[in-house]
């Protein structure tokens, strides 16, 4: 059938149908090279530590453990129960200190502070450091991701 | 000898370039002196080539050696100290020349019409700078290299959509760990050159293609602005001002050579006290002093956007300004001058 006029010449239509598989055959290569660029995450799904370690902690004292490759904190509470951190700062990712003398948490990157448990008190960190679940199984002290 | 010039000339056909270059005239006014600043961020390109290749014959990137081979390359290598010292501070040169480059020609208009093309790819070869600084800063692989990195590659999950996303493919995953080492080293010594190499190309070709801008003011006083031959007068005083900045170079990778800080511990806190390379103390001053909520928002992602705003804004310049070359342009020239302060401000806060 041959229509009276058309929006396409053949041309432009050729054009585009080549152009816009020419895009398609790039993406479908490009694609795998995203995906790859990114390697999965390492974070751990739980971690677990001899209770014998942390046992003997007076209230209010901290102490370190490893959470996955980032550094974690461990605090004793006055029930004599933990609250466990990621000890790494909200505002940019670096990793902080306690100062056991303050009872505070201190990211020497930026001046951000938290309070012992974790709250952000001070400086540009915008929330909380991050709390993990922590429980105690037989003689192993088991530390999970917050459900 | 003549008869190899010739062979050569018939095969490559190189009288175009040198025939071009004998007959290119340099404009001569009180601003001449900016011309200065692009040939000498050349030269200490060249200077980075050559010494960066120096260093990669002995630098090992990996987690458990990059710390170690950098301290063997200070401590054993015969004048190690000194190729890595040169190697910093030329960085630090290329720099300064790079700021000082585009401020000038930000003064004098030179973007406008028809040299946007040549601003945009100056821009992007801005960030080629910082980026090398950024991942180069990461190579000794020490506590304060380590913070650094965390910090900036950070910096853009605060954005909207895609930033988690490129926080994820710097880093290598969701945190920095010896593929972020991997991957920096890559991009320092191959990515980057490689990118870096080609806007140059364009760069340099459409400078000689549009030829040196003259400042309008100049114009404006009516006579024909004097001229000096590119070869031999400007080459001689180029090579003049290149001899000062090398003795300048060489003074301060004597007597300031970087020193190394302890092996980057993944597990330690942040070290005391930590700053970054001079030319991001602004950013970094801007953000320890912003506020972690403004106006119900997160602070930190209402810094980032402020900045990304800004260097959109600084990359297409020649199409916010683009109006005629013969305006004057204060506003610009008042912003050029505001940006300057902010940033040499911020540093001074940053360092009390």
Redesign the interface.
Same mark, same amino acid.
């Given at each position: 059938m041959k229509l009276p006029y058309s929006l396409f010449s053949r041309r432009a239509f050729l054009n585009s149908l080549i152009g816009g598989w020419l895009a398609a055959l790039g993406a479908a290569f490009i694609s795998p090279l995203v995906k790859y660029? &990114? @390697?999965?995450?390492?974070?751990p799904d739980q971690v677990s530590t001899p209770l014998a370690d942390f046992e003997n902690m007076a209230p209010h004292t901290v102490k #370190?453990f490893?959470w996955?490759?980032?550094?974690g904190f461990l605090k004793k509470t006055d029930d004599g129960g933990f609250i466990a951190f990621v #000890?790494v700062?909200t /505002?940019?990712?670096?990793? &902080?200190?306690f100062v056991a003398e303050q009872r505070r948490f201190?990211?020497?990157? /930026?001046?951000g502070w938290y309070d012992e448990n974790g709250l952000?008190v001070a400086? @540009? @960190?915008?929330a909380p450091l991050r709390r993990l679940a922590v429980s105690v199984e037989g003689d192993a002290l088991i530390i999970k991701k917050q459900a | 000898m003549n008869v190899l010039r010739a062979w050569i000339e018939d095969r490559l056909g190189l009288s175009a370039v040198t025939g071009f270059l004998a007959k290119k005239d340099v404009p001569r006014h009180k601003h001449t002196f900016l011309y200065y600043t692009g040939s000498s961020i050349l030269l200490f390109l060249v200077i980075q080539i050559v010494t960066g290749v120096l260093l990669g014959f002995y630098y090992q990137p990996t987690l458990a050696e990059a710390n170690a081979s950098v301290v063997r390359i200070m401590t054993e290598m015969p004048l190690g100290w000194l190729v890595r010292s040169v190697h910093s501070w030329s960085a630090t040169f290329m720099i300064a020349l790079v700021f000082a480059h585009l401020l000038g020609i930000a003064f004098t208009k030179a973007y406008r019409k028809p040299r946007e093309a040549t601003w945009v790819t100056g821009v992007l070869l801005l960030g080629a700078s910082l980026a090398f600084g950024f991942t180069g800063y990461l190579l000794p692989w020490d506590e304060l290299s380590l913070a650094a990195t965390k910090v900036g590659t950070d910096l853009p999950k605060a954005l909207p959509v895609v930033g988690p996303w490129l926080t994820q493919v710097m880093r290598a995953g969701g945190d920095v760990t010896g593929d972020t080492l991997s991957r920096f080293f890559i991009f320092h010594v191959s990515v980057l050159p490689l990118a870096a190499m080609a806007f140059i190309g364009v760069h340099l070709f459409l400078v000689q293609r549009h030829g040196m801008s003259v400042p309008h003011e100049e114009e404006r006083k009516g006579v024909n602005v004097p001229v000096l031959p590119f070869w031999p007068n400007f080459a001689f005083r180029e090579a003049g001002v290149w001899l000062v900045l090398l003795g300048l170079l060489t003074t301060s990778a004597v007597l300031a050579a970087p020193g190394i800080g302890p092996q980057a511990d993944l597990m330690a806190p942040a070290p005391q006290g930590i700053k970054p390379e001079w030319y991001f103390l602004f950013m970094f001053q801007t953000l320890k002093v912003f506020p972690a909520r403004v106006l119900g928002l997160n602070g930190e992602m209402f810094a980032v956007l402020i900045m990304m705003a800004g260097m959109a804004a600084l990359l297409l310049l020649p199409f916010i300004d683009n109006r005629p070359f013969e305006r004057k342009g204060k506003v610009i020239t008042a912003l050029a001058w505001t940006g300057l302060a902010y940033a040499i401000g911020m540093s001074i806060w940053s360092l009390l």
């Open positions: 660029i &990114v @390697p999965p995450t390492r974070e #370190g490893a996955g490759n980032k550094p #000890g700062c /505002h940019l990712d670096c990793n &902080v200190s201190y990211c020497a990157c /930026h001046e952000n400086g @540009p @960190p915008p | -």
